[in-house]
């Protein structure tokens, strides 16, 4: 995919006032940005190349500090720096910027204010406003396409259905035509705008065929209509005359809706293998695996554990190497690639000695591919995703917080975020087994650049980018006092906050009595649980990822994790689980002697305290990778490997993080409740 052109799109009126003329002509605007239009990465890009700093007035002190300490010193210098200071959000409204940059800009006459129904008039506000930038390109290129004219709000929810949804619920008339919609939907992980979604139920139920169907919970529910086919497909091999396994029956499926679903249509078996291949869907024990020929289904019965780890690796191969992200790729995209990946990494482990010596180059060879591809998008976008707002979920740790602090709803639900420290997406799947019969919605979130705990783990808990925590920037520390400011500032104090760290060595059993010495209190609304057994293996493993893995699927297996979800989940909590980071095999390529010029010197990054110094050091290592360093402090300069190279002796290998490999950014975000 191509990058969207801004001249030719929703960006026009905007880029018309922030010409590379205008940047250098004067040095401040003020922008009234109430949809948070200049959240949109391609927007914040353009901008930069034009010679446009921007700033979000969010918090006034935390603004007044970065202005100061960014901007303000550059004009005394005497530096040509344009200066946007966007005051945005559902606040913007009823916030009063600084007298003395808003009399600068009106002065020069730079002041601005833009919004989603100046920008597409023809259609309903109360719509547009719960769509999200990233759909902005689509939105105007279908307006100029369909030319609808001035449309109400139920036109608009159809039209945005018919667009950027490629819904039309008066064409969805036989079951596959559903199925189709649903899978197509939640293999990408698709979440509609709640008006939307409630707009396709209301036309879905108007057809008396789709009304025994849960819709309700199926269209929004990743996890319920992965569980509404599970429980359907041995129901269907049976009917396809494959015989169940002498003594087992096949219950009645639990959730409502027919019984009986067209898994061998044209349109719906393409997608079946690729379900199993993922792990979206769990393999039936109660059919003969020997009756079933090979083909579309025999993905879906248990044979051998180690042919059926094969067959399913075969299978996803192709399907990663067709869809590696590349330049223009969204966030999104390297989200579920993330997720396919790390499926990939738990297979290969698994297999382990009876993998072919062309399955393992050939994975070898996808991984230089991917991390070199993410590497590149990682340099150029990565300083736009911290700009991207907390709803309707977090991208960046350092939102976390806040999204969790719009679901708290003013102190009326109990939430608990459990961080399990170092915890990457493919350790998660093995971490997952243990959580069977949970509600789970599942997502990917970003550490924070350069992935070393006590940077972005603190931005968890923090929640707030490292430049605000310049002094507690080399340690954990500060945590539980991150934590308390943040939640008094949201009006929760005294015994309503809690955090709780599993100390060094400790057992499950003690970290697990704390939890519930403070989950048990009826005043605790917000409880801050550090997980440190994951981190404590990694660092320990001498076997590779796949002695990491065994180990992890053990502790799984043990029921320790459980019971600490449990044990939550019984006091009332919606818990949410993440991780600050993940982890990469990687592999030495050369660790020069600079003494004691680093700050830190970890096998994954390196911290300098001046770029001087940064750029020295690369002369002896010149594969590594200037990082630019988006919200890190100004005397905090880092220097990374490039993908999977380690600052290690050559051809050692190491389990580490630090650097920008894709199993160290990507970490899952998980919302865990009681089933409905």
């Not at 001035?150 to 929810?157: F, S």
């Amino acid at each position: 995919m191509e990058n969207p052109d801004p001249a030719a799109s929703w960006r026009q009126p905007v880029l018309e006032c922030f010409t590379s003329e205008s940047a250098t002509a004067s040095r401040l605007t003020v922008v009234n940005d109430p949809d948070q239009l200049f959240a949109e990465p391609v927007l914040r890009s353009v901008l930069a190349e034009r010679g446009y700093e921007l700033l979000a007035y969010e918090e006034p002190v935390a603004f007044r500090y970065l202005f100061e300490h960014r901007c303000r010193p550059r004009w005394e210098a005497g530096e040509l720096l344009h200066v946007v200071v966007v005051n945005g959000g559902e606040a913007s409204a009823r916030t009063v910027l600084p007298f003395d940059l808003l009399s600068e800009a009106r002065a020069t006459q730079r002041e601005f204010s833009f919004s989603l129904p100046s920008l597409f008039p023809s259609l309903d506000p109360n719509v547009l406003s719960e769509l999200e930038p990233s759909q902005f390109d689509a939105l105007s290129e279908a307006l100029q396409r369909a030319n609808p004219g001035q449309l109400g709000a139920n036109a608009t929810q159809d039209f945005l259905l018919n667009h950027l949804y490629e819904v039309v619920p008066s064409q969805i008339r036989q079951p596959a035509d559903l199925l189709r919609l649903l899978l197509r939907r939640h293999l990408r992980q698709q979440q509609l705008p709640p008006l939307l979604d409630q707009r396709l139920l209301e036309q879905l139920c108007l057809q008396k065929q789709w009304r025994q169907w849960p819709l309700e919970r199926l269209l929004p529910n990743r996890a319920s209509f992965f569980s509404f086919l599970q429980e359907r497909w041995p129901l269907f091999l049976q009917a396809q005359g494959y015989a169940v396994v002498p003594g087992r029956e096949l219950p009645a499926p639990r959730l409502p809706g027919p019984v009986l679903l067209p898994f061998d249509h044209d349109d719906i078996r393409v997608f079946i293998d690729n379900l199993f291949a993922e792990g979206l869907l769990e393999p039936t024990t109660a059919i003969a695996a020997d009756a079933v020929p090979s083909g579309w289904m025999r993905l879906g019965v248990v044979g051998k554990q180690e042919e059926n780890a094969a067959l399913r690796l075969e299978r996803l191969l192709p399907l990663l190497e067709g869809e590696l992200p590349g330049a223009a790729a969204k966030h999104e995209d390297w989200e579920l690639f993330g997720l396919r990946w790390a499926e990939a990494q738990v297979l290969r482990t698994e297999l382990s000695s009876s993998l072919s010596r062309e399955v393992s180059s050939q994975l070898d060879q996808l991984q230089l591919a991917l991390e070199e591809a993410f590497g590149s998008w990682m340099l150029q976008r990565y300083s736009a995703l911290s700009t991207l707002p907390a709803l309707p979920r977090p991208i960046t740790l350092d939102k976390v917080a806040h999204f969790l602090a719009h679901q708290q709803a003013g102190g009326s639900k109990r939430l608990a975020l459990v961080v399990v420290d170092g915890l990457a997406l493919d350790q998660w799947l093995l971490l997952r087994d243990s959580l069977g019969g949970l509600d789970l919605q599942e997502s990917v979130c970003w550490a924070w650049v350069p992935t070393i705990t006590s940077v972005s783990r603190q931005t968890i808990f923090a929640a707030e980018a490292p430049m605000f925590f310049p002094q507690s920037i080399g340690t954990t520390s500060k945590e539980p006092k991150h934590w308390e400011r943040f939640w008094g500032e949201q009006g929760l104090r005294g015994p309503a906050v809690a955090y709780v760290r599993q100390g060094s060595q400790e057992p499950d059993s003690e970290l697990l009595e704390k939890v519930k010495e403070f989950a048990s209190s009826p005043a605790c609304r917000a409880l801050g649980i550090v997980v440190g057994k994951v981190d404590e293996m990694l660092h320990g493993v001498v076997t590779g990822l796949g002695g990491l893995h065994a180990q992890v699927r053990q502790w799984s297996q043990q029921g320790a994790f459980r019971a600490l979800i449990d044990s939550l989940l019984e006091q009332g909590f919606t818990v949410y689980v993440t991780a600050d980071h993940g982890n990469v095999a990687a592999k030495g390529i050369g660790r020069p002697n600079v003494g004691t010029v680093p700050e830190e010197k970890g096998e994954r990054a390196w911290v300098f305290r001046d770029d001087v110094l940064r750029a020295q050091v690369q002369q002896a290592l010149p594969t590594a990778l200037l990082w630019p360093g988006p919200g890190l402090p100004a005397d905090y300069s880092v220097l990374l490997p490039r993908g999977v190279d380690a600052f290690l002796a050559q051809g050692k290998e190491t389990l580490g993080h630090g650097g920008i490999a894709l199993e160290e950014v990507l970490v899952p975000f998980v919302r865990i409740q009681e089933p409905a």
